[in-house]
T-cell receptor, first 112, second 111 residues
Framework: DAGITQSPRHKVTETGTPVTLRCHQT?????MYWYRQDPGHGLRLIHY???????DKGEVSDGYSVSRSKTEDFLLTLESATSSQTSVYFC???????????FGPGTRLTVT | QKEVEQNSGPLSVPEGAIASLNCTYS??????FFWYRQYSGKSPELIMF????GDKEDGRFTAQLNKASQYVSLLIRDSQPSDSATYLC???????????FGTGTRLKVLA
């Protein structure tokens, strides 16, 4: 299995609070991605990174920000969580784009 | 808006049969195509990838790509109950390092 961990694995938070999810990889892969998965929508890209400090938006980036200060870590921040951000969040990595992509175990986030 | 489309299913097949899963994509410039298996409550697991027209076989799995028809398929031979899962098709977006996913086909293999 690709060496990808996500933390926390589960989180319940209240509307309006900031939340940060962490993705950590031990594969030294250049590309890292954050997706959310919701019933009926499949996997949708939030943000991705193509190197340290290099990030770009995906199709559902509103309300989210990211940072990557080290190759191994990619952080996703919800500045002010809303109920519409209740979802399962997956991190993924790829050595070279756009080739094989491997997923982390996911974080289930509930915003009440 | 670029899309990857899959029939949501469920696709039910008897144990030992061939399961055929299909996917179409709209981005004619897509170069890389992937099949993921996702069990309920788990993360997607990469099972096949294909970059060239034709067939690619790996064990019980065969991926087929037809770029002219913008069509990707996955065949699972000798289907087992453990193959019951949702199968996600994905394609790279041309000129980017991004991917687009279909919503998945649920496969049920009946013992």
């Amino acid at each position: 299995d690709a060496g990808i961990t996500q933390s926390p694995r589960h989180k319940v938070t209240e509307t309006g609070t900031p939340v940060t999810l962490r993705c950590h990889q031990t594969e030294n892969h250049r590309y890292m991605y954050w997706y959310r998965q919701d019933p009926g929508h499949g996997l949708r890209l939030i943000h991705y990174s193509y190197g340290v400090k290099d990030t770009d938006k995906g199709e559902v980036s509103d309300g989210y920000s990211v940072s990557r200060s080290k190759t191994e870590d990619f952080l996703l921040t919800l500045e002010s969580a809303t109920s519409s951000q209740t979802s399962v969040y997956f991190c993924a990595i790829s050595a070279t784009g756009p080739y094989e992509q491997y997923f982390g175990p996911g974080t289930r986030l509930t915003v009440t | 808006q670029k899309e990857v489309e899959q029939n949501s299913g469920p696709l039910s097949v008897p144990e030992g049969a061939i399961a055929s899963l299909n996917c179409t994509y709209s981005d004619r410039g897509s170069q890389s195509f992937f099949w993921y298996r996702q069990y309920s409550g788990k993360s997607p697991e990469l099972i096949m990838f294909i970059y060239s027209n034709g067939d690619k076989e790996d064990g019980r799995f065969t991926a087929q790509l037809n770029k002219a028809s913008q069509y990707v398929s996955l065949l699972i031979r000798d289907s087992q109950p453990s193959d019951s899962a949702t199968y996600l098709c994905a394609a790279s977006l041309s000129g980017t390092y991004k991917y687009i996913f279909g919503t998945g086909t649920r496969l049920k293999v009946l013992a």
